[in-house]
């Protein structure tokens, strides 16, 4: 299952559902959420589960990265990145001086295997912890 804004319909919503008839060969289903402005994408298929669940961890507080993913090519690492920055990040234009991008997850292990990704792709970084919110941004 993979959750969206709902604002993302036409945008990851798009993306996620051509990239699972792609890979998988497989048709996922769509369902709004319209109380909680959200759009679930599902795929019933166990074995595609378990490659997730295998190289991503499950749920938020438990996503990690496969070794096979912290060692893949930096083309993979690349992708995988910009995927996660699309989803759970942000760009920021506040002035010249004070552009980023950030994104963030509530895992510190997956915080902390991007530590790796991020590092083997040379791009400097910080990692900081809100308490508030007790997630991991970087």
Known sequence: ????SI???FTLVSECLNLI??????????YRREPKSTIVVRLYDTEIAQWFKYH???????????????FASLD????????WIKGDGCVSHKSKQSQGISA????LEFA??????LTRLG????????????????
């Open 123 to 138: 791009i400097y970084h910080t990692i900081l912890h809100s308490k508030p919110s007790g997630l991991w941004l970087l």
């Open 56 to 70: 991503v961890g499950q749920y938020s507080y438990g996503k990690t990265i496969s070794k096979e993913l912290r």
């Open 1 to 4: 299952e993979f959750t969206f």
């Open 7 to 9: 604002d993302e319909e």
């Open 104 to 107: 963030t997850t509530s895992s």
């Open 76 to 83: 993979i690492q690349k992708s995988f990145v910009c995927s």
């Open 21 to 30: 008839e792609n890979v998988f060969n497989k048709r996922a289903r769509v």
């Open 112 to 117: 902390k295997d991007m530590t790796y990704i």
